[in-house]
């Protein structure tokens, strides 16, 4: 049976970036390194060089009928341990998200590991590079396999705002908060996936922690998301550093 890490609270990466003070561009790369704290340069954070840091300044895609505490649309279910090469496959991992044109289609090739037999109804339709499903409900351990940062990158560039699952693997969950592509929310209890169905339309209300299925007529309890919110509304550890002043803005 596969396992869950508990991941370390992002209180943890808030002060170590207190910590860094005024940081250079090489400490930086140091700490993006750090599969903590991924923050979306490019192909992978362990190739840059000080000299080369480009951070992504691609927006993420947001649904219009979202807000930054609500999120609306339709779902897209899965079942457990979902690997990151379920998410997306190593063979689109040269695609670099910092390049517009990359991030949208690594977008397109979100879930495109996943068995047709088991997921007969596509998370990306023909011709297109986007989703309709906004939001992902999931069973246990999702997120496990290879630590890749292009797992929520993908996921983000194909519209979805938030993932709800039972738990999550740890390098997930902090690729997720680091990058700020999406939420990875956590529920209170087991076997909300068997509850719901691909094309469910669902709100995720933050503020009162609860998912709820409008078209099973059901709410579900989610765990508090804490202190990795802001971040995650910032778009990114390095987008919060910046916006609360714990490292200089870009100029």
Same mark, same amino acid.
């Given at each position: 049976?596969? /396992? ?18 005024? !940081? ?90 996943? !068995? ?9 339709? !023909?011709?297109?590079?986007? /989703? ?19 797992? !929520? ?99």
């Amino acid at each position: 049976m596969a /396992t869950t890490q508990a991941h370390a609270p992002v209180s943890t990466i808030r002060a170590s970036f207190q910590r860094l003070h005024s !940081p250079t561009k090489t400490q930086l790369v140091h700490f993006a390194s750090n599969p903590f704290i991924f923050a979306k340069f490019g192909k992978t954070s362990f190739s840059y060089k000080p000299s080369t840091i480009k951070p992504l300044t691609t927006p993420r895609a947001t649904p219009s009928s979202s807000s930054p505490t609500t999120f609306h649309g339709q779902c897209y279910v899965l079942g457990d341990n979902i690997d990151t090469d379920q998410i997306i496959p190593a063979e689109h991992l040269t695609l670099v998200p910092s390049k517009t044109d990359e991030y949208k289609k690594l977008g397109s090739f979100a879930f495109s590991g996943l !068995p047709s037999s088991l997921y007969p109804i596509p998370f990306i339709e !023909p011709g297109t590079d986007s /989703t309709r499903y906004s939001i992902i409900i999931a069973g246990a351990n999702f997120g496990c396999g290879s630590s890749r940062e292009h797992a !929520p990158v993908a996921l983000g560039a194909a519209g979805v705002r938030a993932v709800v699952a039972e738990s999550y693997a740890r390098i997930f969950f902090r690729n997720s908060v680091a990058t700020g592509e999406v939420y990875p929310l956590e529920l209170e209890l087991e076997g909300v996936n068997k509850q719901c169905s691909t094309g469910d339309v669902v709100t995720i209300d933050l503020g009162k922690n609860l998912l709820i299925n409008h078209t099973k007529g059901k709410e579900f309890v989610l765990k508090p998301i804490g202190d990795a919110g802001p971040v995650i509304d910032a778009g990114g550890i390095f987008a919060y550093a910046r916006k609360t002043g714990m490292i200089s803005s870009v100029s």
